[in-house]
Nanobody, 121 residues
Framework: VQAQVESGGGSVQAGGSLRLSCAAS????????MGWFRQTPGKEREGVAA????????HYADSVKGRFTISQDNAKNTVYLDMNSLKPEDTANYYC??????????????WGQGTQVTVSS
């Protein structure tokens, strides 16, 4: 079930920055876990960052700690992923999801359509 709309993907050189946005319905956004995940061809989908909108508690994959920041805008029912110091290995299709917990994709049941991020060296 697609319940979120992602935007903000694109192409950037290594060391650059991008901001991804995930707009959700008020019902989906309210006191829920929302996460960002990424996937490349032939690999499993992996959790990047997640936030519990009820408290602001966040989780990050070790590979992005210190470079990526997940945040929320309650007035817009939107979750952001600010990605800094991007590396070529960050290249992937990024998905926003809701309804799960932590960084395990199998626990999430509402997925966006994805947005491509390409980092060139």
């Amino acid at each position: 079930v697609q319940a979120q709309v992602e935007s903000g993907g694109g192409s950037v050189q290594a060391g650059g920055s991008l901001r991804l946005s995930c707009a959700a319905s008020a019902l989906t956004f309210y006191k829920n876990y929302m996460g960002w995940f990424r996937q490349t061809p032939g690999k499993e989908r992996e959790g990047v960052a997640a936030i519990y909108t009820g408290s602001g508690r966040t989780h990050y994959a070790d590979s992005v700690k210190g470079r990526f920041t997940i945040s929320q805008d309650n007035a817009k029912n939107t979750v952001y992923l600010d990605m800094n110091s991007l590396k070529p290995e960050d290249t992937a299709n990024y998905y926003c999801a809701a309804g799960g917990t932590g960084l395990a994709p199998e626990y999430y049941n509402e997925w966006g359509q994805g947005t491509q991020v390409t980092v060139s060296s």
